[in-house]
């Protein structure tokens, strides 16, 4: 592998936003590490990018919530690609949309397996080959569920809220290191995120992007892009993006 190729390790790249993470860093000659559960997604993905954009592309079949997979599956990859320039902690989710006490234990259990503990057994891993190799920049997904806490949304907010407390904690102990940390904040994006929530249901899905124009997964890919492609000197602490018509969690215009 070249010396000034650089690598990304993007959780979550399955679909969504990571996937448009995956063909951003591609597009611009990363080399990848792209993880997901679902493993035949994640070939495609590979084949795909690799033809395309003519970059080395990893794939490691995984959930983020189980400690022993994640520690196998990232301790498996080389020493070439343990040199990870940009770890975007993409992987996560929402399951239900009720009230405090209806909703199942369940439900919190894998939003706070996955969005938290996945988070910090990936980025527990990948800081330390950062601090090794003096350099890299992490990206969390949070979420304008991280900054305000809204009707039904009672845990997956808790654990986006978990992750912007966490962005900062991570700056402040990784700043000895030159590591970055970059948190980012989506409102409404179209994305599988509403079909998760609501357990497959894909009509109820398509009802959350009815009648305005929410976010695409690329327009947060860019703005991910970006912040990671700014000068060395440079950190982007903290993004909020909203589609235009959506001010906060409760304010809209939807015409
Ligand atoms: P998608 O449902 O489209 O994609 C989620 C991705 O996360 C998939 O690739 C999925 O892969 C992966 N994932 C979920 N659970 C696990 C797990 N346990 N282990 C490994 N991978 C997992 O949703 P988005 O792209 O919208 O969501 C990406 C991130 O952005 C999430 O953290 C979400 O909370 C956040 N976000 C989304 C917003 C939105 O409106 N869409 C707004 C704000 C934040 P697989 O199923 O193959 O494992
Ligand atoms: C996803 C955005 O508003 O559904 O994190 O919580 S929201």
Request: with cysteine; net charge neutral.
């Given at each position: ?5 650089k ?8 679909a969504?936003?990571?996937e ?5 860093y ?13 493993a035949?997604r ?5 084949e795909?990018?690799e033809?395309q954009?003519q ?7 995984f ?10 599956q990232?301790?498996?990859l ?6 990870v320039?940009v770890?975007?902690?993409n ?14 234990l369940?439900?919190?259990e ?9 988070l910090?057994?990936v980025?527990?891993?990948?800081s330390?080959?950062?601090?090794d190799?003096?350099k890299?920049?992490?990206?969390n ?13 009672n ?7 978990a992750?912007?407390?966490l ?9 000895k290191h030159k590591?970055r940390?970059t ?13 998760v ?6 009509k109820?899905?398509e009802k ?9 997964a690329?327009?947060i ?25 959506q001010?906060?969690a ?6």
């Amino acid at each position: 592998m070249s010396v000034n190729v650089k690598t990304a390790l993007i959780t979550g790249a399955t679909a969504g936003i990571g996937e448009a993470c995956a063909n951003i860093y591609a597009e611009h000659g990363f080399n990848l590490i792209i993880t997901g559960r679902r493993a035949n997604r994640l070939q495609k993905l590979k084949e795909k990018l690799e033809s395309q954009f003519q970059v080395q592309v990893i794939t490691l079949n995984f959930d983020v919530s189980d400690k022993n997979a994640v520690e196998t599956q990232l301790n498996s990859l080389s020493s070439d690609f343990r040199k990870v320039d940009v770890l975007i902690n993409n992987a996560g989710l929402s399951q239900g949309l009720d009230d405090f006490q209806d909703a199942l234990l369940s439900d919190w259990e894998t939003m706070i397996d996955t969005n938290i503990k996945g988070l910090l057994y990936v980025s527990k891993i990948v800081s330390n080959w950062m601090i090794d190799n003096k350099k890299g920049h992490i990206v969390n997904l949070g979420s304008i569920a991280g900054k305000e806490v809204y009707a039904k949304g009672n845990v997956y907010c808790a654990t986006k809220h978990a992750v912007d407390a966490l962005s900062k904690s991570m700056r402040i102990d990784l700043l000895k290191h030159k590591i970055r940390v970059t948190a980012i904040h989506p409102g409404a994006v179209e994305t599988e995120f509403s079909e998760v929530r609501f357990h497959g249901d894909k009509k109820k899905a398509e009802k959350v992007y009815e009648g305005y124009r929410p976010l695409l997964a690329s327009d947060i890919a860019e703005t991910i892009y970006f912040a990671t492609s700014r000068p060395a000197h440079v950190n982007i602490n903290d993004l909020v993006i909203m589609p235009t018509v959506q001010a906060s969690a409760f304010y809209w215009d939807k015409g």
